[in-house]
C-alpha cells in the first residue's frame, strides 16, 4: 500500500484501569485517560466487602485549560459512596458538574472495575468450596460487569399513564386572560432526575413572573391527572402535561397521548402512537450541538438539515429552548421556516431559574388539556423570549 | 507483599478520517474478562450512523450475542446530545450488550472530542488571550457556565460573566 493511501487519525483515547488488593478488606484502583487532549490519573480505595470509596485522588498531566486544576479538590465530596443503586447518577451529578465530567467519567470507571474484581475474588474464593462454579455464573447472578449508568437509566421513575385530564377544571387566571403566555417545556425534580427545582417551586416561579401556565414535560415520568389537580388547586395555576421523549431521531415533546411509552422509541412508531390519540408532536432543540462546538462547524448548512426525514413526522419544531445556542435557535427556525412547519418555544427549565426564559404566546384561551391540542393544531401561537420582554417591561 | 494485579482493562478508541465526508470510530476493549472490538462510520455534517459493526472475541459470559444484530436499531441515528441514552436504550440489557454499548458510547465520545480538539486548536496560547476565548465560548454556549469546576463562579475564566 502507498503512504498516501492512510488515512489520518484525528484522535486517540486510552484508558487503563489496573485493581490490586490492598489488604484484606481493601482493593485499590489506578486510571489513566490519555487522549488529546486530556491526560489524567486516578487512585482510588474502596472496601471489597461494602464497595465504599474510601480514599481519592487525582491529578492532571494535561488539560483543556488553565483552570482544570479547580476540578480535582471536589474529588473528596464522593468518599464515603458506596455503590449500589443511584451510585453512577450520584457521582455524575456531583462529581461531573461540580469537578469534571472526565474525572467523573474515570472515577466510575475505576468504582466499576473494582466491582468486577471484588467478583472475580469472590468467585476465586467459592470455588473451593463450590468446584462446579463458573465465572460466569457469578458475573451473570449479579448482573452487569461495568456498566452502572445502564442500570441506573433501567430503573429511571416510571409511572402509569392515568390520563383523560381533557376536562381538568378551568384555572382562575387561564379564564380572566385571552391571550396566554405558556410554558411548553419544564423538568421538575425528582420527576427528572436532572433538574434541581421542585414542581412546587417551579410553579411558584411562574407565577411570579407572569407566565399564565406551564407545561410538565418531564424525562420518562408522566404526571397523573390526579397530581395535576391538586397542583392546580393548590397553586391557583394552569398547569398541563407533556412528556419528552427521546426516540431514535432526538427527544420529542408530546402532547395529549394516553399510552405509556416505554424506553427509546422509533420516531416513526411514536407518530403513530400521537396519530392515534390525536395528539401533537414538537420536535425539542433540534439543533443542540456539543459543548464547544456546534452543527454549523461541522458544516450542516439549513438546505441540508431540511432534508433530514425526521420533520415528515413532527407537527412543530421548538425554535427558542434555553439550553441551546442562540445561533443553533436561529438555524433551528430556518429550517423550520424553510420547511413551513409550526414553532414553539419552552425554556427547558432544569432549575427555578429557568423557568419562562423562553415561552409560547398563545391567541386562543387554554383552560385545560384539551384546549392545548387544539390550539397547538390551530396554529395560532409564536415563541417568545419571556424573561428578556418582562425585563423589557418593568 | 507483591501487589499483583487482579484486574486490569484496556480501551482504546482511535477516530480516523476517510475522505472528505466520513469518519470511523473504533474502540477495542481488553480487560480480564473479555475482548470485543466495535467499530462505527458517521458521515458528515450529520454524524449520522452509516454503518456499524463489531466483534466478540473472548468473554467470562457464556451468553451467545449477535453483534451484529444488537446494533442494528443504532443504525441511522445521528451522534449528538443524548446519544447515549439512545444506545443504552438500542442495546440489549445483557451483561455483554452493556459492554458493547458502553463501547458504541466510547466511539461516539471519540468522535466529538476529535470536533472538540479542532475547535480547542484555535485558543491562543497566550493565556490573556485565551482567558478571553474561554470567555467567549461560554457567554456563546450559557451550558458550558457552572458545568465543571474550570467554567463556574471562583474561575478567573467567567470571572466577568454574569448569568441570570
Same mark, same amino acid.
Given at each position: 500500500?502507498?503512504?498516501?493511501?492512510?488515512?489520518?487519525?484525528?484522535?486517540?483515547?486510552?484508558?487503563?484501569?489496573?485493581?490490586?488488593?490492598?489488604?484484606?478488606?481493601?482493593?485499590? /484502583?489506578?486510571?489513566?485517560?490519555?487522549?488529546?487532549?486530556?491526560?489524567?490519573?486516578?487512585?482510588?480505595?474502596?472496601?471489597?466487602?461494602?464497595?465504599?470509596?474510601?480514599?481519592?485522588?487525582?491529578?492532571?498531566?494535561?488539560?483543556?485549560?488553565?483552570?482544570?486544576?479547580?476540578?480535582?479538590?471536589?474529588?473528596?465530596?464522593?468518599?464515603?459512596?458506596?455503590?449500589?443503586?443511584? @451510585?453512577?447518577?450520584?457521582?455524575?451529578?456531583?462529581?461531573?458538574?461540580?469537578?469534571?465530567?472526565?474525572?467523573?467519567?474515570?472515577?466510575?470507571?475505576?468504582?466499576?472495575?473494582?466491582?468486577?474484581?471484588?467478583?472475580?475474588?469472590?468467585?476465586?474464593?467459592?470455588?473451593?468450596?463450590?468446584?462446579?462454579?463458573?465465572?460466569?455464573?457469578?458475573?451473570?447472578?449479579?448482573?452487569?460487569?461495568?456498566?452502572?449508568?445502564?442500570?441506573?437509566?433501567?430503573?429511571?421513575?416510571?409511572?402509569?399513564?392515568?390520563?383523560?385530564?381533557?376536562?381538568?377544571?378551568?384555572?382562575?387566571?387561564?379564564?380572566?386572560?385571552?391571550?396566554?403566555?405558556?410554558?411548553?417545556?419544564?423538568?421538575?425534580?425528582?420527576?427528572?432526575?436532572?433538574?434541581?427545582?421542585?414542581?412546587?417551586?417551579?410553579? +411558584? +416561579?411562574?407565577?411570579?413572573?407572569?407566565?399564565?401556565?406551564?407545561?410538565?414535560?418531564?424525562?420518562?415520568?408522566?404526571?397523573?391527572?390526579?397530581?395535576?389537580?391538586?397542583?392546580?388547586?393548590?397553586?391557583?395555576?394552569?398547569?398541563?402535561?407533556?412528556?419528552?421523549?427521546?426516540?431514535?431521531?432526538?427527544? /420529542?415533546?408530546?402532547?395529549?397521548?394516553?399510552?405509556?411509552?416505554?424506553?427509546?422509541?422509533?420516531?416513526?412508531?411514536?407518530?403513530?402512537?400521537?396519530?392515534?390519540?390525536?395528539? @401533537?408532536?414538537?420536535?425539542?432543540?433540534?439543533?443542540?450541538?456539543?459543548?464547544?462546538?456546534?452543527?454549523?462547524?461541522?458544516?450542516?448548512?439549513?438546505?441540508?438539515?431540511?432534508?433530514?426525514?425526521?420533520?415528515?413526522? /413532527?407537527?412543530?419544531?421548538?425554535?427558542?429552548?434555553?439550553?441551546?445556542?442562540?445561533? +443553533?435557535?436561529?438555524?433551528?427556525?430556518?429550517?423550520?421556516?424553510?420547511?413551513?412547519?409550526?414553532?414553539?418555544?419552552?425554556?427547558?427549565?432544569?432549575?427555578?431559574?429557568?423557568?419562562?426564559?423562553?415561552?409560547?404566546?398563545?391567541?386562543?384561551?387554554?383552560?385545560?388539556?384539551?384546549?392545548?391540542?387544539?390550539?397547538?393544531?390551530?396554529?395560532?401561537?409564536?415563541?417568545?423570549?419571556?424573561?428578556?420582554?418582562?425585563?423589557?417591561?418593568? | 507483599?507483591?501487589?499483583?494485579?487482579?484486574?486490569?482493562?484496556?480501551? =482504546?478508541?482511535?477516530?480516523?478520517?476517510?475522505?472528505?465526508?466520513?469518519?470511523?470510530?473504533? =474502540?477495542?476493549?481488553q480487560d480480564t474478562l473479555m475482548d470485543a472490538y466495535v467499530e462505527i462510520s458517521v458521515k458528515i455534517p450529520d454524524l449520522e450512523i452509516s454503518g456499524i459493526k463489531g466483534r466478540l472475541e473472548r468473554s467470562v459470559i457464556g451468553e451467545k450475542i449477535d453483534v451484529e444484530d444488537a446494533f442494528k436499531k443504532i443504525m441511522g441515528t445521528r451522534v449528538g446530545p443524548g446519544i447515549r441514552k439512545i444506545i443504552r436504550?438500542?442495546?440489549?440489557?445483557?451483561?455483554?450488550?452493556?459492554?458493547?454499548?458502553?463501547?458504541?458510547?466510547?466511539? =461516539?465520545?471519540?468522535?466529538?472530542?476529535?470536533?472538540?480538539?479542532?475547535?480547542?486548536?484555535?485558543?491562543?496560547?497566550?493565556?490573556?488571550?485565551?482567558?478571553?476565548?474561554?470567555?467567549?465560548?461560554?457567554?456563546?454556549?450559557?451550558?458550558?457556565?457552572?458545568? =465543571?469546576?474550570?467554567?463556574?463562579?471562583?474561575?478567573?475564566?467567567?470571572?466577568?460573566?454574569?448569568?441570570?
Open positions: 500500500m502507498e503512504g498516501g493511501d492512510f488515512e489520518m487519525i484525528t484522535f486517540t483515547r486510552n484508558k487503563v484501569v489496573s485493581v490490586w488488593r490492598k489488604d484484606d478488606d481493601t482493593l485499590g /484502583v489506578h486510571g489513566i485517560l490519555e487522549d488529546d487532549i486530556y491526560s489524567l490519573e486516578i487512585d482510588v480505595s474502596l472496601s471489597l466487602s461494602q464497595l465504599e470509596i474510601l480514599s481519592i485522588a487525582g491529578k492532571w498531566n494535561r488539560a483543556e485549560n488553565s483552570e482544570c486544576r479547580r476540578a480535582i479538590p471536589f474529588l473528596q465530596e464522593a468518599v464515603g459512596f458506596k455503590m449500589g443503586e443511584g @451510585f453512577t447518577q450520584r457521582v455524575q451529578k456531583l462529581i461531573g458538574r461540580k469537578s469534571c465530567r472526565h474525572l467523573a467519567d474515570m472515577l466510575l470507571e475505576c468504582c466499576y472495575r473494582a466491582r468486577d474484581t471484588a467478583r472475580v475474588i469472590r468467585w476465586e474464593a467459592e470455588k473451593e468450596r463450590r468446584p462446579d462454579l463458573s465465572l460466569d455464573e457469578v458475573v451473570s447472578e449479579q448482573g452487569d460487569p461495568s456498566s452502572g449508568p445502564i442500570k441506573d437509566f433501567q430503573i429511571s421513575s416510571r409511572k402509569p399513564l392515568k390520563r383523560g385530564a381533557g376536562d381538568l377544571p378551568l384555572s382562575k387566571k387561564a379564564m380572566i386572560s385571552g391571550e396566554m403566555i405558556i410554558d411548553l417545556h419544564v423538568h421538575t425534580s425528582p420527576a427528572s432526575p436532572c433538574s434541581s427545582a421542585s414542581v412546587g417551586e417551579t410553579i +411558584e +416561579e411562574a407565577k411570579r413572573i407572569g407566565l399564565d401556565g406551564i407545561c410538565l414535560t418531564d424525562h420518562n415520568y408522566v404526571w397523573t391527572a390526579a397530581e395535576v389537580e391538586r397542583l392546580r388547586e393548590k397553586h391557583d395555576f394552569l398547569i398541563l402535561r407533556g412528556n419528552e421523549i427521546t426516540t431514535d431521531q432526538g427527544d /420529542v415533546l408530546v402532547f395529549g397521548v394516553e399510552k405509556e411509552i416505554e424506553g427509546i422509541i422509533e420516531l416513526k412508531e411514536l407518530r403513530q402512537e400521537v396519530l392515534k390519540a390525536g395528539g @401533537f408532536m414538537i420536535l425539542a432543540h433540534p439543533f443542540r450541538g456539543f459543548l464547544t462546538f456546534g452543527v454549523g462547524q461541522l458544516g450542516l448548512t439549513v438546505e441540508k438539515a431540511m432534508e433530514r426525514p425526521l420533520f415528515e413526522f /413532527v407537527d412543530a419544531v421548538e425554535i427558542m429552548n434555553s439550553k441551546v445556542t442562540e445561533k +443553533e435557535n436561529r438555524f433551528a427556525a430556518e429550517v423550520a421556516e424553510g420547511l413551513n412547519l409550526q414553532v414553539t418555544g419552552g425554556s427547558d427549565a432544569h432549575a427555578v431559574s429557568g423557568v419562562g426564559i423562553y415561552a409560547t404566546r398563545f391567541s386562543d384561551r387554554i383552560d385545560n388539556e384539551i384546549d392545548l391540542i387544539r390550539a397547538l393544531k390551530k396554529g395560532n401561537y409564536i415563541p417568545v423570549a419571556f424573561r428578556e420582554g418582562m425585563k423589557k417591561r418593568s | 507483599m507483591p501487589e499483583i494485579l487482579s484486574f486490569s482493562r484496556n480501551i =482504546c478508541t482511535v477516530v480516523e478520517q476517510i475522505g472528505d465526508d466520513s469518519m470511523t470510530s473504533s =474502540c477495542r476493549l436504550g438500542f442495546i440489549g440489557n445483557s451483561a455483554t450488550e452493556k459492554q458493547l454499548a458502553y463501547m458504541v458510547e466510547e466511539c =461516539c465520545s471519540g468522535l466529538i472530542l476529535s470536533f472538540t480538539k479542532d475547535h480547542l486548536k484555535q485558543i491562543p496560547k497566550d493565556p490573556k488571550k485565551a482567558k478571553h476565548a474561554f470567555e467567549n465560548m461560554v457567554k456563546a454556549n450559557p451550558r458550558l457556565y457552572k458545568s =465543571c469546576a474550570a467554567l463556574s463562579p471562583g474561575s478567573p475564566l467567567v470571572d466577568n460573566i454574569e448569568f441570570d
